[in-house]
């Protein structure tokens, strides 16, 4: 592993899954020292060849900073129109492709 050796490398060499993300990086601790020190740790591991997938059924308590170091994210089935606005707000796309997404995201169905 490139972390242990100290060696940065833009291969992937490590995954590190992270389910029920936002009780590690939740939103109303998004400033406190050990949230900070934790997503720190994330970006810089990237250097190192670990790769992070991290899953959340809400977003609504999902740090925003943790949410915008993610390169990728995936939306799907939204039972609460408060994740999918919150998710469209974290995406940053407009009312009308939200209302879109709204019809369109059936079972089976993802938004990346």
């Known amino acids: 592993m490139s972390i242990a050796s100290g060696k940065r490398t833009s291969k992937l060499e490590t995954l590190v899954i992270i389910d029920e993300a936002q ?20 970006a810089l591991a990237r250097e190192y060849g670990c790769g992070i997938v991290a899953g959340v059924q809400s977003c ?10 993610c390169a990728h994210k995936i939306g799907t089935g939204f ?27 059936k079972p089976g169905r993802a938004a990346v």
């Open 23 to 42: 009780n590690l990086f939740r939103r109303q601790s998004e400033l406190s020292d050990a949230t900070y020190t934790l997503g720190r740790l994330i």
């Open 79 to 105: 039972v609460d129109y408060r994740d999918l606005d919150e998710f469209c707000h974290i995406i940053g796309i407009a009312r009308d492709q939200r209302d879109f997404l709204a019809g369109w995201l």
């Open 60 to 69: 609504r308590d999902l740090s925003y900073s943790f949410a915008s170091n």
